[in-house]
Protein backbone atom coordinates (compact mmCIF):
# COMPACT_ATOMS: atom_id res chain seq x y z
CA UNK A 1 0.00 0.00 0.00
CA UNK A 2 1.01 3.50 -0.59
CA UNK A 3 2.73 4.80 2.83
CA UNK A 4 0.69 8.52 1.64
CA UNK A 5 -2.59 6.60 1.66
CA UNK A 6 -1.91 4.87 4.63
CA UNK A 7 -4.79 5.71 6.91
CA UNK A 8 -3.22 7.38 10.42
CA UNK A 9 -4.94 5.97 13.68
CA UNK A 10 -7.39 8.84 15.08
CA UNK A 11 -5.57 8.99 18.07
CA UNK A 12 -1.68 8.61 16.17
CA UNK A 13 1.41 9.12 18.84
CA UNK A 14 1.69 12.91 16.70
CA UNK A 15 -2.26 13.87 16.98
CA UNK A 16 -2.05 13.08 21.03
CA UNK A 17 1.11 15.95 20.92
CA UNK A 18 -1.37 18.23 19.36
CA UNK A 19 -3.83 17.68 22.15
CA UNK A 20 -1.07 17.38 24.95
CA UNK A 21 1.65 19.82 24.09
CA UNK A 22 -0.64 23.25 24.73
CA UNK A 23 -1.92 21.52 28.32
CA UNK A 24 1.96 22.19 29.95
CA UNK A 25 5.21 22.54 27.51
CA UNK A 26 3.67 24.73 24.99
CA UNK A 27 1.01 26.35 27.25
CA UNK A 28 -1.05 29.85 25.20
CA UNK A 29 -1.22 31.61 28.52
CA UNK A 30 2.14 30.76 30.64
CA UNK A 31 4.52 30.16 27.94
CA UNK A 32 3.10 32.22 24.52
CA UNK A 33 1.44 34.90 26.78
CA UNK A 34 -1.59 34.93 24.93
CA UNK A 35 -5.02 35.63 25.83
CA UNK A 36 -3.93 37.41 28.76
CA UNK A 37 -6.96 40.10 28.47
CA UNK A 38 -9.68 37.65 28.96
CA UNK A 39 -7.59 36.06 31.96
CA UNK A 40 -8.04 39.32 33.64
CA UNK A 41 -11.90 39.75 32.98
CA UNK A 42 -13.27 37.04 33.50
CA UNK A 43 -11.50 35.10 36.60
CA UNK A 44 -13.41 37.15 39.59
CA UNK A 45 -15.20 34.10 39.92
CA UNK A 46 -14.98 30.11 39.63
CA UNK A 47 -18.25 29.66 37.79
CA UNK A 48 -17.50 32.41 34.88
CA UNK A 49 -13.70 31.05 34.54
CA UNK A 50 -15.66 27.37 33.77
CA UNK A 51 -18.15 28.84 31.68
CA UNK A 52 -15.73 31.11 29.69
CA UNK A 53 -13.29 28.30 29.05
CA UNK A 54 -16.19 25.73 28.35
CA UNK A 55 -17.16 28.73 25.25
CA UNK A 56 -13.28 29.08 24.26
CA UNK A 57 -13.30 24.99 24.30
CA UNK A 58 -16.19 25.02 21.75
CA UNK A 59 -15.82 27.92 19.82
CA UNK A 60 -12.03 27.20 19.18
CA UNK A 61 -12.36 23.40 18.23
CA UNK A 62 -14.90 24.19 15.52
CA UNK A 63 -13.97 27.08 14.36
CA UNK A 64 -11.02 25.30 13.64
CA UNK A 65 -12.22 22.87 12.11
CA UNK A 66 -14.46 24.39 9.89
CA UNK A 67 -11.10 26.83 8.73
CA UNK A 68 -9.39 23.84 7.73
CA UNK A 69 -12.15 22.45 5.29
CA UNK A 70 -12.38 25.48 3.75
CA UNK A 71 -9.01 25.88 3.75
CA UNK A 72 -7.87 24.81 0.03
CA UNK A 73 -10.63 27.06 -1.09
CA UNK A 74 -10.02 30.13 0.73
CA UNK A 75 -7.97 33.07 -1.06
CA UNK A 76 -4.50 33.68 0.89
CA UNK A 77 -4.97 37.24 0.21
CA UNK A 78 -9.13 37.61 1.92
CA UNK A 79 -8.18 34.55 4.62
CA UNK A 80 -7.98 37.04 7.95
CA UNK A 81 -11.51 38.04 6.84
CA UNK A 82 -13.01 34.86 6.73
CA UNK A 83 -10.96 34.07 10.06
CA UNK A 84 -13.11 36.19 11.67
CA UNK A 85 -16.41 35.58 10.14
CA UNK A 86 -16.17 32.02 11.45
CA UNK A 87 -14.73 32.84 14.45
CA UNK A 88 -17.60 35.30 15.15
CA UNK A 89 -20.15 32.55 13.91
CA UNK A 90 -19.02 30.80 16.67
CA UNK A 91 -19.56 32.98 19.65
CA UNK A 92 -22.83 34.09 18.73
CA UNK A 93 -23.71 30.62 18.91
CA UNK A 94 -22.45 30.19 21.71
CA UNK A 95 -23.48 33.48 23.36
CA UNK A 96 -27.22 32.25 22.38
CA UNK A 97 -27.05 29.17 24.12
CA UNK A 98 -25.26 30.72 27.02
CA UNK A 99 -28.40 32.92 26.90
CA UNK A 100 -30.96 30.10 26.86
CA UNK A 101 -29.76 28.01 29.31
CA UNK A 102 -27.71 30.06 31.31
CA UNK A 103 -28.98 33.21 31.51
CA UNK A 104 -27.43 34.28 35.10
CA UNK A 105 -23.99 33.35 34.17
CA UNK A 106 -24.36 34.88 30.78
CA UNK A 107 -25.76 38.42 32.07
CA UNK A 108 -22.45 38.14 34.39
CA UNK A 109 -20.05 37.56 31.51
CA UNK A 110 -21.77 40.27 29.80
CA UNK A 111 -19.50 41.81 27.13
CA UNK A 112 -16.55 39.41 27.66
CA UNK A 113 -18.48 36.42 25.93
CA UNK A 114 -18.69 38.10 22.62
CA UNK A 115 -15.06 39.29 23.23
CA UNK A 116 -14.05 36.01 22.47
CA UNK A 117 -13.49 36.59 19.09
CA UNK A 118 -10.93 38.78 19.58
CA UNK A 119 -8.94 36.24 21.92
CA UNK A 120 -5.30 36.25 20.46
CA UNK A 121 -5.28 32.08 20.98
CA UNK A 122 -7.74 31.73 18.57
CA UNK A 123 -6.68 33.95 15.37
CA UNK A 124 -3.70 32.85 16.35
CA UNK A 125 -4.75 28.93 15.73
CA UNK A 126 -6.33 29.26 12.90
CA UNK A 127 -3.63 31.16 11.39
CA UNK A 128 -0.70 28.92 12.43
CA UNK A 129 -2.28 25.57 12.03
CA UNK A 130 -5.74 25.20 10.79
CA UNK A 131 -5.29 27.12 7.34
CA UNK A 132 -2.66 24.22 6.62
CA UNK A 133 -3.50 20.84 8.65
CA UNK A 134 -6.38 18.45 8.07
CA UNK A 135 -9.55 18.86 9.90
CA UNK A 136 -9.00 16.29 12.68
CA UNK A 137 -6.11 17.55 13.41
CA UNK A 138 -7.07 20.74 13.48
CA UNK A 139 -9.66 19.85 15.72
CA UNK A 140 -7.25 18.60 18.06
CA UNK A 141 -5.12 21.42 18.08
CA UNK A 142 -7.76 23.75 18.84
CA UNK A 143 -8.94 21.89 21.71
CA UNK A 144 -5.52 21.64 22.99
CA UNK A 145 -4.94 25.04 23.25
CA UNK A 146 -8.05 26.07 24.60
CA UNK A 147 -7.80 23.25 27.50
CA UNK A 148 -4.62 24.88 28.08
CA UNK A 149 -6.28 28.14 28.07
CA UNK A 150 -8.96 26.97 30.31
CA UNK A 151 -7.55 25.25 33.10
CA UNK A 152 -5.20 28.36 33.71
CA UNK A 153 -8.13 30.35 33.93
CA UNK A 154 -9.85 27.85 36.25
CA UNK A 155 -7.24 27.84 38.66
CA UNK A 156 -6.98 31.64 38.36
CA UNK A 157 -10.63 31.80 38.94
CA UNK A 158 -10.11 29.28 42.11
CA UNK A 159 -7.49 31.50 43.68
CA UNK A 160 -9.47 34.70 43.28
CA UNK A 161 -12.79 33.83 44.42
CA UNK A 162 -11.62 31.86 47.46
CA UNK A 163 -9.24 34.39 48.55
CA UNK A 164 -11.10 37.76 47.29
CA UNK A 165 -14.31 36.72 48.29
CA UNK A 166 -13.91 33.76 50.64
CA UNK A 167 -16.28 31.16 48.72
CA UNK A 168 -15.93 28.12 45.61
CA UNK A 169 -18.36 28.00 43.44
CA UNK A 170 -20.54 30.71 45.40
CA UNK A 171 -19.97 28.71 48.51
CA UNK A 172 -19.20 30.17 51.40
CA UNK A 173 -15.96 28.56 52.92
CA UNK A 174 -14.94 31.42 55.38
CA UNK A 175 -18.35 31.57 57.29
CA UNK A 176 -19.85 27.98 57.28
CA UNK A 177 -21.78 25.97 60.37
CA UNK A 178 -18.85 24.57 61.44
CA UNK A 179 -16.43 27.33 61.56
CA UNK A 180 -16.29 30.79 60.81
CA UNK A 181 -12.83 32.25 60.44
CA UNK A 182 -14.29 35.89 59.98
CA UNK A 183 -14.78 35.54 64.05
CA UNK A 184 -10.96 34.99 64.09
CA UNK A 185 -10.53 38.56 62.80
CA UNK A 186 -9.86 37.06 59.42
CA UNK A 187 -11.29 39.20 56.33
CA UNK A 188 -10.87 39.10 52.49
CA UNK A 189 -8.29 40.34 50.36
CA UNK A 190 -9.66 43.31 48.20
CA UNK A 191 -6.58 43.17 46.01
CA UNK A 192 -8.25 39.40 45.14
CA UNK A 193 -11.13 41.29 43.46
CA UNK A 194 -8.90 43.94 41.11
CA UNK A 195 -7.98 42.59 37.75
CA UNK A 196 -4.07 42.82 38.53
CA UNK A 197 -4.52 40.15 41.17
CA UNK A 198 -5.18 37.75 38.11
CA UNK A 199 -1.53 38.88 36.76
CA UNK A 200 -0.24 38.21 39.95
CA UNK A 201 -1.66 34.80 40.17
CA UNK A 202 -1.13 34.46 36.62
CA UNK A 203 2.76 35.63 37.12
CA UNK A 204 2.88 32.93 40.09
CA UNK A 205 1.73 29.72 37.85
CA UNK A 206 4.41 31.34 35.28
CA UNK A 207 6.93 31.07 38.21
CA UNK A 208 6.07 27.67 39.04
CA UNK A 209 6.30 26.71 36.02
CA UNK A 210 9.31 27.72 34.67
CA UNK A 211 11.19 26.56 37.53
CA UNK A 212 9.70 23.39 36.70
CA UNK A 213 10.23 22.97 33.13
CA UNK A 214 14.10 24.46 32.95
CA UNK A 215 13.95 24.16 29.29
CA UNK A 216 12.08 27.16 29.27
CA UNK A 217 14.24 29.28 30.83
CA UNK A 218 15.80 31.57 28.49
CA UNK A 219 19.55 31.76 28.88
CA UNK A 220 21.14 35.13 29.68
CA UNK B 1 35.16 41.30 69.81
CA UNK B 2 38.23 38.59 69.70
CA UNK B 3 36.33 36.63 71.60
CA UNK B 4 33.61 36.72 68.10
CA UNK B 5 36.22 36.06 65.76
CA UNK B 6 37.32 33.27 67.26
CA UNK B 7 34.28 31.69 67.55
CA UNK B 8 33.48 32.29 63.84
CA UNK B 9 36.77 31.13 62.47
CA UNK B 10 35.94 28.12 65.14
CA UNK B 11 33.01 26.88 63.91
CA UNK B 12 33.31 28.30 60.13
CA UNK B 13 34.92 25.09 58.83
CA UNK B 14 31.55 23.46 59.64
CA UNK B 15 30.04 25.86 57.18
CA UNK B 16 31.93 25.45 54.11
CA UNK B 17 32.20 23.15 51.55
CA UNK B 18 32.27 19.75 52.51
CA UNK B 19 31.53 20.72 55.69
CA UNK B 20 28.56 19.20 58.22
CA UNK B 21 26.59 22.17 57.87
CA UNK B 22 26.90 23.23 54.56
CA UNK B 23 23.47 23.78 53.56
CA UNK B 24 23.36 26.29 56.05
CA UNK B 25 26.49 28.26 54.82
CA UNK B 26 24.20 31.55 53.81
CA UNK B 27 22.93 31.85 57.39
CA UNK B 28 26.33 31.40 58.75
CA UNK B 29 27.57 34.33 56.21
CA UNK B 30 24.69 36.29 56.76
CA UNK B 31 25.51 36.24 60.94
CA UNK B 32 29.32 36.70 59.62
CA UNK B 33 28.95 39.81 57.52
CA UNK B 34 26.48 40.82 60.25
CA UNK B 35 29.29 41.29 62.59
CA UNK B 36 32.08 41.60 61.11
CA UNK B 37 33.17 43.36 57.83
CA UNK B 38 33.94 40.77 54.67
CA UNK B 39 37.59 40.24 53.34
CA UNK B 40 36.27 39.35 50.06
CA UNK B 41 37.80 41.14 47.15
CA UNK B 42 36.32 41.53 43.54
CA UNK B 43 38.89 40.09 41.23
CA UNK B 44 37.28 40.36 37.37
CA UNK B 45 35.60 43.27 36.04
CA UNK B 46 35.87 46.65 36.36
CA UNK B 47 34.88 47.31 40.26
CA UNK B 48 34.46 50.66 42.21
CA UNK B 49 34.64 49.90 46.11
CA UNK B 50 33.58 51.83 48.83
CA UNK B 51 34.54 51.74 52.43
CA UNK B 52 31.80 50.51 53.78
CA UNK B 53 29.50 47.34 52.31
CA UNK B 54 25.96 47.10 51.82
CA UNK B 55 25.19 45.52 55.36
CA UNK B 56 26.82 48.80 56.73
CA UNK B 57 24.75 51.24 54.72
CA UNK B 58 21.46 49.51 55.25
CA UNK B 59 22.39 50.07 59.01
CA UNK B 60 23.19 53.67 58.76
CA UNK B 61 19.86 54.03 57.69
CA UNK B 62 18.00 51.96 60.34
CA UNK B 63 20.14 54.53 62.36
CA UNK B 64 18.89 57.33 60.49
CA UNK B 65 15.15 56.21 61.42
CA UNK B 66 15.66 55.91 64.74
CA UNK B 67 14.66 59.67 65.49
CA UNK B 68 10.89 59.12 63.31
CA UNK B 69 10.59 55.26 64.78
CA UNK B 70 11.25 56.94 68.53
CA UNK B 71 9.05 60.07 67.74
CA UNK B 72 6.40 57.82 66.46
CA UNK B 73 6.17 55.44 69.48
CA UNK B 74 5.64 58.43 71.92
CA UNK B 75 3.05 59.59 69.84
CA UNK B 76 1.19 56.34 69.49
CA UNK B 77 0.54 56.93 73.17
CA UNK B 78 -0.08 60.59 73.31
CA UNK B 79 -2.64 60.46 70.62
CA UNK B 80 -4.12 57.51 72.74
CA UNK B 81 -4.27 59.52 76.13
CA UNK B 82 -5.58 62.78 74.20
CA UNK B 83 -8.52 60.04 72.25
CA UNK B 84 -9.32 58.76 75.79
CA UNK B 85 -9.12 61.96 77.38
CA UNK B 86 -6.60 60.74 80.40
CA UNK B 87 -3.73 62.38 81.37
CA UNK B 88 -0.86 60.51 81.40
CA UNK B 89 2.94 60.86 81.99
CA UNK B 90 5.53 61.18 79.27
CA UNK B 91 6.76 57.46 80.29
CA UNK B 92 3.34 56.11 80.30
CA UNK B 93 2.72 57.66 76.84
CA UNK B 94 5.86 55.88 75.27
CA UNK B 95 4.95 52.84 77.00
CA UNK B 96 1.42 52.98 75.51
CA UNK B 97 3.12 53.53 72.07
CA UNK B 98 5.51 50.73 72.79
CA UNK B 99 3.35 48.01 73.92
CA UNK B 100 1.38 48.90 70.29
CA UNK B 101 4.48 49.20 67.97
CA UNK B 102 7.09 47.08 69.25
CA UNK B 103 4.71 43.85 67.90
CA UNK B 104 4.57 44.99 64.65
CA UNK B 105 8.16 45.50 63.95
CA UNK B 106 8.66 42.23 65.12
CA UNK B 107 6.07 40.38 63.14
CA UNK B 108 7.83 42.28 60.22
CA UNK B 109 11.64 41.27 61.03
CA UNK B 110 10.78 37.56 61.80
CA UNK B 111 8.14 37.20 58.21
CA UNK B 112 10.82 39.17 56.53
CA UNK B 113 13.48 37.53 57.59
CA UNK B 114 12.36 34.08 57.58
CA UNK B 115 11.09 34.24 54.10
CA UNK B 116 14.22 35.64 53.16
CA UNK B 117 16.66 33.45 55.13
CA UNK B 118 14.35 30.58 53.11
CA UNK B 119 15.16 31.83 49.76
CA UNK B 120 18.64 32.01 50.01
CA UNK B 121 18.87 28.69 50.88
CA UNK B 122 16.98 27.38 48.26
CA UNK B 123 18.75 29.15 46.12
CA UNK B 124 22.31 28.80 47.57
CA UNK B 125 23.08 32.90 48.18
CA UNK B 126 23.62 35.54 50.77
CA UNK B 127 20.89 36.55 52.56
CA UNK B 128 20.36 40.28 51.29
CA UNK B 129 20.81 43.00 53.82
CA UNK B 130 18.05 45.17 52.20
CA UNK B 131 15.43 42.99 54.52
CA UNK B 132 16.86 44.77 57.73
CA UNK B 133 15.69 47.97 56.27
CA UNK B 134 12.40 47.04 54.55
CA UNK B 135 11.91 45.70 58.26
CA UNK B 136 12.05 49.31 59.47
CA UNK B 137 10.49 50.53 57.10
CA UNK B 138 7.35 48.78 57.25
CA UNK B 139 6.35 49.05 60.55
CA UNK B 140 6.71 52.57 60.16
CA UNK B 141 4.22 53.26 57.20
CA UNK B 142 1.46 51.12 58.86
CA UNK B 143 -1.42 52.28 61.34
CA UNK B 144 -0.49 51.33 65.03
CA UNK B 145 -4.21 49.06 64.99
CA UNK B 146 -2.97 47.61 62.08
CA UNK B 147 -3.93 43.55 62.78
CA UNK B 148 -0.54 41.75 62.88
CA UNK B 149 -1.88 38.91 60.72
CA UNK B 150 -1.95 41.66 58.19
CA UNK B 151 1.58 43.00 58.84
CA UNK B 152 2.92 39.43 58.13
CA UNK B 153 0.88 38.96 55.01
CA UNK B 154 2.00 42.31 53.59
CA UNK B 155 5.71 41.69 54.35
CA UNK B 156 5.42 38.97 52.86
CA UNK B 157 3.82 39.53 49.70
CA UNK B 158 6.33 42.52 49.60
CA UNK B 159 9.49 40.30 50.08
CA UNK B 160 8.55 37.55 47.46
CA UNK B 161 6.63 39.54 44.98
CA UNK B 162 8.68 43.09 45.14
CA UNK B 163 11.87 41.20 45.51
CA UNK B 164 12.48 37.79 45.50
CA UNK B 165 10.28 37.32 41.92
CA UNK B 166 13.21 39.49 40.50
CA UNK B 167 16.23 38.12 41.84
CA UNK B 168 17.06 39.51 45.26
CA UNK B 169 17.91 43.17 46.65
CA UNK B 170 18.94 45.39 43.93
CA UNK B 171 16.72 43.55 40.95
CA UNK B 172 13.54 44.78 42.49
CA UNK B 173 11.86 47.56 39.88
CA UNK B 174 9.49 48.06 43.19
CA UNK B 175 10.46 49.80 46.58
CA UNK B 176 9.33 46.33 48.71
CA UNK B 177 8.26 48.39 51.73
CA UNK B 178 5.55 50.63 49.76
CA UNK B 179 4.14 47.63 47.99
CA UNK B 180 3.45 46.18 51.36
CA UNK B 181 1.69 49.25 52.51
CA UNK B 182 -0.13 49.46 49.01
CA UNK B 183 -0.59 45.63 49.27
CA UNK B 184 -2.81 46.19 52.78
CA UNK B 185 -4.43 49.38 51.33
CA UNK B 186 -6.10 48.11 48.34
CA UNK B 187 -6.63 44.61 50.06
CA UNK B 188 -7.93 45.08 53.87
CA UNK B 189 -8.72 49.19 52.77
CA UNK B 190 -11.32 48.91 56.07
CA UNK B 191 -7.62 48.60 58.44
CA UNK B 192 -5.52 51.10 56.28
CA UNK B 193 -8.13 53.84 55.49
CA UNK B 194 -10.73 56.01 57.64
CA UNK B 195 -10.95 57.54 60.98
CA UNK B 196 -11.03 55.21 62.97
CA UNK B 197 -7.26 53.38 62.35
CA UNK B 198 -4.91 55.96 63.19
CA UNK B 199 -5.07 55.95 67.01
CA UNK B 200 -4.09 52.96 69.03
CA UNK B 201 -7.08 51.33 71.24
CA UNK B 202 -9.39 54.28 69.63
CA UNK B 203 -12.68 54.54 72.11
CA UNK B 204 -16.05 53.88 70.87
CA UNK B 205 -17.85 56.71 69.15
CA UNK B 206 -14.88 58.61 68.80
CA UNK B 207 -13.04 58.97 65.66
CA UNK B 208 -9.64 60.60 64.80
CA UNK B 209 -9.00 61.59 60.82
CA UNK B 210 -5.55 62.31 59.66
CA UNK B 211 -5.23 65.94 59.00
CA UNK B 212 -5.26 64.68 55.23
CA UNK B 213 -8.52 62.94 55.43
CA UNK B 214 -9.81 66.16 57.03
CA UNK B 215 -8.64 68.10 54.31
CA UNK B 216 -9.73 65.64 51.18
CA UNK B 217 -12.75 65.88 53.04
CA UNK B 218 -13.06 69.58 52.77
CA UNK B 219 -12.96 70.61 56.39
CA UNK B 220 -9.55 72.75 56.30
CA UNK B 221 -10.41 74.51 59.26
CA UNK B 222 -9.75 71.48 61.37
CA UNK B 223 -6.51 70.60 60.65
CA UNK B 224 -4.11 71.03 63.10
CA UNK B 225 -1.22 74.30 62.92
CA UNK B 226 1.59 73.96 60.44
CA UNK B 227 3.53 73.71 64.25
CA UNK B 228 2.00 70.60 65.25
CA UNK B 229 2.20 69.09 61.66
CA UNK B 230 5.50 69.91 61.66
CA UNK B 231 6.46 68.18 65.14
CA UNK B 232 4.64 65.31 64.64
CA UNK B 233 1.47 65.20 66.75
CA UNK B 234 -1.17 64.27 65.32
CA UNK B 235 -2.54 60.94 64.05
CA UNK B 236 -1.46 58.82 61.34
CA UNK B 237 0.97 55.96 60.51
CA UNK B 238 3.17 55.24 63.11
CA UNK B 239 6.77 56.44 61.58
CA UNK B 240 5.44 59.56 59.51
CA UNK B 241 3.79 62.27 61.41
CA UNK B 242 6.79 63.93 62.62
CA UNK B 243 8.50 65.80 59.64
CA UNK B 244 11.03 67.51 62.39
CA UNK B 245 12.30 63.79 63.21
CA UNK B 246 12.47 62.66 59.63
CA UNK B 247 14.30 65.71 58.85
CA UNK B 248 16.81 64.89 61.89
CA UNK B 249 17.07 61.37 59.87
CA UNK B 250 17.73 63.20 56.68
CA UNK B 251 20.54 64.87 58.16
CA UNK B 252 22.44 62.12 58.87
CA UNK B 253 21.43 60.96 55.55
CA UNK B 254 23.29 63.28 53.97
CA UNK B 255 26.34 63.51 56.40
CA UNK B 256 27.14 59.66 55.61
CA UNK B 257 26.20 60.54 51.79
CA UNK B 258 23.81 57.27 51.80
CA UNK B 259 20.69 59.32 51.19
CA UNK B 260 20.32 61.41 47.36
CA UNK B 261 20.21 64.99 48.43
CA UNK B 262 18.82 65.55 45.31
CA UNK B 263 16.02 63.10 44.93
CA UNK B 264 14.89 64.74 48.84
CA UNK B 265 15.37 68.28 47.46
CA UNK B 266 13.50 68.25 44.51
CA UNK B 267 10.69 65.98 46.43
CA UNK B 268 9.84 68.45 48.39
CA UNK B 269 10.28 71.39 45.37
CA UNK B 270 7.63 69.56 42.95
CA UNK B 271 5.25 69.21 45.92
CA UNK B 272 4.97 72.81 46.91
CA UNK B 273 4.84 74.12 43.32
CA UNK B 274 2.22 71.40 42.78
CA UNK B 275 0.75 72.98 45.86
CA UNK B 276 1.11 76.50 44.77
CA UNK B 277 -0.17 75.62 41.39
CA UNK B 278 -3.53 74.15 43.31
CA UNK B 279 -3.67 77.74 45.20
CA UNK B 280 -3.82 79.67 42.01
CA UNK B 281 -6.42 77.15 41.22
CA UNK B 282 -8.64 77.23 44.40
CA UNK B 283 -12.04 75.07 42.83
CA UNK B 284 -11.70 73.67 46.38
CA UNK B 285 -11.23 73.93 50.14
CA UNK B 286 -8.36 71.38 49.88
CA UNK B 287 -6.80 73.63 46.87
CA UNK B 288 -5.96 76.53 48.97
CA UNK B 289 -4.25 74.55 51.41
CA UNK B 290 -1.20 76.59 51.89
CA UNK B 291 1.36 74.81 49.51
CA UNK B 292 3.68 74.19 52.77
CA UNK B 293 1.27 72.42 54.73
CA UNK B 294 1.28 69.61 51.95
CA UNK B 295 4.91 69.06 52.91
CA UNK B 296 4.13 67.96 56.36
CA UNK B 297 0.84 66.37 56.17
CA UNK B 298 0.61 62.69 55.72
CA UNK B 299 3.39 60.69 54.61
CA UNK B 300 4.84 63.21 52.55
CA UNK B 301 8.06 63.94 54.04
CA UNK B 302 9.12 60.54 55.10
CA UNK B 303 8.17 59.22 51.51
CA UNK B 304 10.49 61.68 50.23
CA UNK B 305 13.47 60.94 52.39
CA UNK B 306 12.97 57.10 53.16
CA UNK B 307 11.24 55.88 50.51
CA UNK B 308 12.02 57.96 47.40
CA UNK B 309 15.68 57.92 48.23
CA UNK B 310 15.60 53.59 47.99
CA UNK B 311 18.89 53.24 45.87
CA UNK B 312 17.93 50.65 44.12
CA UNK B 313 14.15 51.39 42.50
CA UNK B 314 15.40 55.19 42.28
CA UNK B 315 16.84 56.94 39.02
CA UNK B 316 20.64 56.22 38.72
CA UNK B 317 21.48 59.14 37.21
CA UNK B 318 21.89 62.31 38.46
CA UNK B 319 19.68 64.39 36.25
CA UNK B 320 17.03 61.48 36.53
CA UNK B 321 17.33 61.48 39.91
CA UNK B 322 16.14 65.49 40.14
CA UNK B 323 13.38 64.54 37.14
CA UNK B 324 12.67 61.41 39.35
CA UNK B 325 11.95 63.75 42.77
CA UNK B 326 10.33 66.24 41.18
CA UNK B 327 7.79 64.37 39.63
CA UNK B 328 7.02 62.36 43.00
CA UNK B 329 6.25 65.46 44.53
CA UNK B 330 4.59 66.77 41.69
CA UNK B 331 2.31 63.66 41.56
CA UNK B 332 1.56 62.91 44.69
CA UNK B 333 0.36 66.27 46.03
CA UNK B 334 -1.93 65.71 42.23
CA UNK B 335 -3.41 62.64 43.63
CA UNK B 336 -4.11 63.89 47.36
CA UNK B 337 -5.83 67.01 46.11
CA UNK B 338 -7.84 65.60 42.88
CA UNK B 339 -8.46 61.70 44.06
CA UNK B 340 -9.95 61.64 47.25
CA UNK B 341 -10.26 58.12 47.24
CA UNK B 342 -6.72 58.14 47.99
CA UNK B 343 -5.66 60.23 50.44
CA UNK B 344 -2.20 59.23 50.54
CA UNK B 345 -1.01 59.73 47.38
CA UNK B 346 2.69 59.94 47.82
CA UNK B 347 2.38 55.85 48.24
CA UNK B 348 1.07 55.77 44.84
CA UNK B 349 3.57 58.52 43.16
CA UNK B 350 6.31 56.66 44.68
CA UNK B 351 5.26 53.43 43.26
CA UNK B 352 4.56 54.80 39.86
CA UNK B 353 8.04 56.91 39.75
CA UNK B 354 9.68 53.55 40.54
CA UNK B 355 8.33 51.81 37.39
CA UNK B 356 9.09 55.17 35.18
CA UNK B 357 12.86 55.50 36.82
CA UNK B 358 14.44 52.96 34.20
CA UNK B 359 12.61 55.23 31.22
CA UNK B 360 14.39 58.16 32.69
CA UNK B 361 17.62 57.04 33.07
CA UNK B 362 17.52 56.03 29.54
CA UNK B 363 16.74 59.17 28.19
CA UNK B 364 19.18 60.75 30.31
CA UNK B 365 21.94 58.60 29.38
CA UNK B 366 20.24 58.63 25.21
CA UNK B 367 20.52 62.76 25.42
CA UNK B 368 24.13 62.41 27.50
CA UNK B 369 25.54 60.49 23.97
CA UNK B 370 23.73 62.32 21.38
CA UNK B 371 25.51 66.02 23.50
CA UNK B 372 28.82 64.60 23.66
CA UNK B 373 28.62 63.08 20.11
CA UNK B 374 27.23 66.31 18.20
CA UNK B 375 30.24 68.03 20.33
CA UNK B 376 32.57 65.69 18.82
CA UNK B 377 31.42 66.68 15.76
CA UNK B 378 31.38 70.10 16.04
CA UNK B 379 35.45 69.86 17.26
CA UNK B 380 35.86 67.64 14.09
CA UNK B 381 34.31 70.33 12.28
CA UNK B 382 36.59 73.16 13.97
CA UNK B 383 39.53 71.09 13.16
CA UNK B 384 39.24 70.64 9.32
CA UNK B 385 38.32 74.18 8.89
CA UNK B 386 41.57 75.27 10.54
CA UNK B 387 43.41 72.31 8.13
CA UNK B 388 42.04 73.64 5.30
Not at chain 1, 147 to 172: K, P, Q
Not at chain 2, 216 to 233: E, H, L, Y
Not at chain 2, 350 to 356: A, K, P, R, S, W
Request: aromatic content about 12%; overall charge neutral; proline content about 5%.
Amino acid sequence: MDPMNEKEPLFSPKNVRLLKQPLVKDNPITVQVLGICSALAVTVKLEPSVVISLAVIVVMGFSNVMMSIIRNITPPRIRILVMLTIIAFMVVMVDQVLKAYMYDVSRQLSVFVGLIITNCIIMGRLEAFAIANKPWPSFLDGVGNAFGYGWILVVVGFFRELLGSGTIWDINVIETPWWNLYELGYQNNGLMILPPAALIVVGVIIWVHRSKHKELLEDN
Amino acid sequence: MKFLRDILDNIKPQFQKGGRFYKLHSTFDAFETFLFVPNKTTFKGSHIRDSIDLKRTMSLVIVALLPALLFGIWNVGYQHFLATGVTASFWEHVWVGFVAVFPIIVVTYVTALGIEFGFAQARGHEVNEGVLVSGMLIPLVMPPDVPLWMVSAATAFAVIFGKEVFGGTGMNILNPALLARAFLFFAYPADMSGDKVWVHAIPDGFTSATPLAQAAAGDITSIPSAFDMFVGTMPGSVGETSTLAILLGAAFLFMTGIGSARIIVSVFAGGYLMGLLFNLWGANPFMEVPAHHHLIMGGFAFGAVFMATDPVSASQTGKGKYIYGFLIGLLAVLIRVLNPAFPEGMMLAILFMNVMAPLIDHYVIEANIKRRLRRTKARQAAAEKITQ
